[in-house]
């Protein structure tokens, strides 16, 4: 906030009094002498300027007592900061000013604009000495300064004289510089004034921490209505609620002498907080924290709040939960009890996230699970999405994905995990590590990387392929080592013909740095020092060598690093060569079954014949880009 800049001459000839020299004036109020003295010499206040000869400060301490003159033995009592947050300490400041025309001023006497600054409540202030490179030093400089400053603050009713120490150092720096350089190279910026800040008082409040985990936006910054916040999970060692304690602020004290109160901090937040051993209390001097003793959710009933990691709910739903969502880790078992057929356990589109879920019923269209453990003793909707390590399904018809998993009966589903069993496969896709298969019906696609066991096949038209990308532990896997090797085969391209050109050179220029060699021992037994420019040449043909040998060693440690990435690819594809499908009871025709190698990338394939008893079906390699299906009637050991 700037108050002015220094004083400029405005000379108006039709109205200045020639007569008016300067007057001296006793005064509280400058701005009002000012006026008055231009009024009655017929000159604008914009004329007249001021220079303050004389500051008497006078200050009481308490309501009803005498003012008091500041002298030099107790100024000193100011920069005592009790002594200022007294709220009846009063200050006013009485003036012997000189008010006198501009005109009148020496222009060989130039100082730089000043400007004085404040902070909102004044009780900081400082001055900006603009750099300026017309300033030249004379022996009064510094006291012009110092004048300026003061009439600025006067100007402001800032107080002078009081706690501006740091002012007089600064600008004995400021003349300084002046007087070394003939010039202010750059702006120059310090306190004149600095009074003593006041603290705010801080309103008690209370958080309850735990209610921010609700997420109602999704990606797209969209409100999600279902996501209301129905369980609320929480770690061990979290704090769920926070209360602040009321603190009352410090007064504090302008640059203009007012005293700057504070107001009584609010109490509306109080209240008792009554919580069971699931939760600690931590206290201090400003805080109380109510902290989770154990993993849950926070339950808050009949007026007391606790962590459990149990729930049973009779639905999820829209209208009555919405969706549910608490940490993969949270310990939180819930179990959703609705398990009429014609009724969905969890709704259409509502998403269930926590550490374990068993649900009596049917999973709706559109609705996503996701934890560690899943137990779903219904059907799911075909467009219902279901992700955890350890899942338990009835009836199967949409998506699920996991570590291992159970399924009594797949109706066209999709399931993705290491080691599966099902029942009973009507159709869908099964990819995994090994899969199990008690009864396997007609339209289904089986994929795995190890193993494929059927207890017994009643239909046909199904595709049994083993395939070493198969399942997500190895086609992550596989997709990384080629994109290396994708990577290092098209920055290997260009380095072989990068070499031969270094060699060629290395090679031409072989036979002049010998020469040059032979000459520099020649003068070097003579006594004479060799030209820099032989030396030279020697280094840079040094020089070429060791950047083709540093070519070279890359172009073989890259060579080393695709031949070690294609071992490591040629040892997942071998493991094709250890799966097998196996078949304990007789096959029926028009069954399918694949073998799919990565590099070569071949496909071996068998169809099964009506009755055939074929236990196990290997592959087995005849020659380097040969294979074999390889049907025993036996089972291995």
């Known amino acids: 906030m700037a108050f002015f800049k220094r004083d400029s001459s405005n000379k108006n000839e039709e109205q200045k009094d020639n007569d008016f020299k300067s007057i001296i004036i006793d005064t509280q109020n400058v701005a009002d002498e000012i006026k008055n003295v231009a009024s009655s010499n017929n000159l604008n206040t914009s004329d007249l300027s001021f220079r303050v000869l004389k500051v008497i400060t006078s200050y009481r301490s308490h309501k009803g007592e005498e003012y008091k003159e500041l002298d030099d033995k107790n100024r000193h009592l100011f920069d005592d900061n009790d002594f200022m947050l007294n709220p ?13 025309r501009k005109s009148d001023i020496s222009n060989d006497e130039i100082i730089p604009d000043i400007i004085l600054s404040g902070n909102k409540l004044l009780t900081k202030v400082v001055a900006t000495i603009k750099k300026n490179i017309d300033v030249k030093y004379f022996s009064k400089l510094e006291e012009k300064i ?27 720096k400021v003349v300084s510089t002046i007087r070394v350089k003939n010039f202010l190279e750059n702006d120059s910026v310090f306190v004149v004034c600095q009074g003593l800040d006041k603290v705010s008082s801080i309103d008690d409040k209370i958080a309850y921490l735990y209610k921010n985990k609700v997420k109602a936006k999704d990606k797209q910054g969209r409100v999600d209505y279902s996501k209301r916040g129905f369980i609320l999970a929480v770690s061990k060692g979290e704090t769920i609620i926070e209360y602040t304690k009321a603190q009352t602020g410090i007064p504090g004290r302008n640059c203009q002498g007012r005293f700057l109160n504070v107001k009584e901090p609010s109490l509306s937040n109080q209240t008792e907080i009554k919580y069971t051993d699931n939760i600690l209390k931590k206290e201090d001097d400003d805080k109380i924290l109510y902290i989770a003793n ?20 009779e639905s999820v739903d829209f209208k009555s939960t919405g969706s549910i969502e608490t940490d993969l880790n949270s310990d939180v078992k819930i ?24 649900v009596e019923g049917n999973i709706a269209s559109g609705a996503t699970i996701k934890a560690k453990k899943v137990e779903i003793k219904g059907q799911t909707h075909k467009t219902a999405i279901i992700d955890a390590d350890s899942v338990k399904i009835a009836v199967h018809r949409g ?39 008690e009864e396997l019906t007609s339209n289904a696609s089986i994929k795995a990387s190890d193993l494929i066991d059927i207890k017994q096949v009643k239909g046909n038209n199904n595709k049994l392929v083993i395939d070493s990308t198969a399942g997500k532990q190895y086609n992550e896997k596989i997709e990384k080592i080629k994109k290396k090797i994708k990577e290092l085969t098209i920055s290997l391209k260009p380095i072989p013909k990068i070499l ?29 020092t060799p ?29 080393h690093q695709l031949a070690s990435y294609d071992s490591d690819l040629q040892s997942i594809q071998n493991q094709i060569f250890s799966a097998k499908i196996v078949n304990h009871g007789v096959w029926k025709e028009y069954n399918e079954v694949k073998f799919k190698l990565i590099n070569p990338p071949i496909e071996v394939v068998y169809n099964t014949k009506d009755n055939e008893i074929i236990r196990e079906i290997t592959l087995k390699q005849i020659e380097s880009e040969k294979f074999e299906i390889k049907r025993s009637s036996e089972y291995s050991k």
């Open 335 to 358: 179990n959703i009890k609705e398990s009429d057929i014609f009724k969905d356990a969890i709704g259409p589109g509502m998403s269930v996230e926590t550490s374990e879920l068993h």
């Open 88 to 100: 009846e300490l009063r200050i006013k400041q009485h003036y012997k000013v000189e008010i006198f």
């Open 500 to 528: 031969e050109a270094k060699k060629r050179v290395i090679e031409n220029s072989r036979s002049v740095v010998e020469e040059i060699k032979r000459k520099i021992l020649e003068l070097k037994k003579s006594g004479i």
């Open 294 to 313: 154990k993993n849950g959710y926070v339950n808050f009933e009949n007026g007391t709040y606790d962590i459990q990691d149990k729930m049973e709910i």
């Open 399 to 437: 998506r699920v994905s996991g570590k291992n998993i159970e399924i009594e009966r797949l109706e066209g589903g999709f399931v993705d995990g290491e080691n599966i069993k099902i029942k009973s496969v009507i159709g869908g896709e099964v990819i995994g590590k090994n899969i199990y298969i």
């Open 146 to 172: 110092i004048e300026d400053i003061n009439r600025k603050k006067v100007r402001s009713n800032i107080l002078v004289g009081i706690r501006d120490k740091n002012m007089y150092k600064e600008v004995k």
């Open 531 to 559: 030209p820099s420019s032989l030396l030279g040449k020697i280094k840079q043909y040094q020089k070429m060598v060791n950047e083709y040998n540093i070519t070279l060693n890359n172009f073989k440690d890259k060579k």
